[in-house]
């Protein structure tokens, strides 16, 4: 049975950096892709990045410039940085399986951790 | 950027009753691009169609998904009680590759 598990601060000052953790037991992080996703009642639902083993990556233009999305594949987890947060990152940040066969879907998800952005 | 519509915003119906939700695109993508996913409050999404119209495992064949181009549509045939949820479409390609709708909350009328 596959699970994911966010982990780090709940609470990040202005400008400064958003640094989490997804820790994945059931399933090696090397065999699938794997994304960050986040909630916030303004925003809905927002894809942030995906990742494949060590190097494949691709980001939302609209964060492109801010995150910072890897694989640490000794540890079996995936780490999510966003930099220059705003009130604006405020959001739950989850991580979750990526499919990108046929039907490309978001099929395991974390519990989600909550990121709230103040001072 | 192709932008995902749902409608409508809130749908109440009675238990047994047939949801149909829509999920329209501002532009036409690959059908086997569109899936869709059930949220309750304070859990993660869970995938319930993918490829339009494939449904994720376990999930039960109440559900179902259709369309193409720019039309979609989940059905759910017979609600249950644990049905209420939000609901929410979500499309692969073009930039960003991933991009959700804003939902339809299926509540209990």
């Known amino acids: 049975q596959v699970q994911l598990q966010e982990s780090g601060p709940g609470l990040v000052r202005p400008s400064e950096t958003l640094s989490l953790t997804c820790t994945v037991s059931?399933?090696?992080?090397?065999?699938?892709?794997w994304s960050w996703i986040r909630q916030s009642p303004g925003k809905g639902l927002e894809w942030i990045a995906y990742?494949?083993?060590?190097?494949?990556?691709n980001y939302n233009p609209s964060l492109k410039s801010r995150v910072t999305v890897s694989v640490e594949t000794s540890r079996n987890q995936l780490s999510l940085r966003l930099s220059s947060v705003t009130a604006a990152d405020t959001a739950v940040y989850y991580c979750?399986?990526?499919?990108?066969?046929?039907?490309?879907?978001?099929?395991?998800w974390g519990q989600g951790t909550l990121v709230t952005v103040s001072s | 950027e192709i932008v995902l519509t749902q409608s409508p915003g809130t749908l109440s119906l009675s238990p047994g009753e047939r949801a149909t939700l829509s999920c329209r695109a501002s532009?036409?993508?690959?059908?086997?691009?569109l899936a869709w996913y059930q949220q309750k409050p304070g859990q993660p999404p869970r995938l319930l169609i993918y490829?339009?119209?494939r449904r994720a495992t376990g999930i039960p064949d109440r559900f179902s998904g259709s369309g193409s181009g720019t039309d979609f549509t989940l059905t759910i045939s017979r609600l249950e009680p644990e049905d209420f949820a939000v609901y929410y479409c979500?499309?692969?390609?073009?930039?960003?590759?991933?991009?959700f709708g804003p939902g339809t909350k299926v509540d209990i009328k």
């Open positions: 990742m494949y083993r060590s190097g494949t990556t």
């Open positions: 532009q036409s993508f690959g059908s086997r691009s």
């Open positions: 490829a339009a119209s």
């Open positions: 979750a399986r990526t499919l990108m066969g046929d039907g490309k879907s978001f099929d395991i």
């Open positions: 059931g399933e090696s992080v090397t065999s699938y892709y």
């Open positions: 979500q499309k692969y390609g073009d930039s960003p590759l991933f991009t």
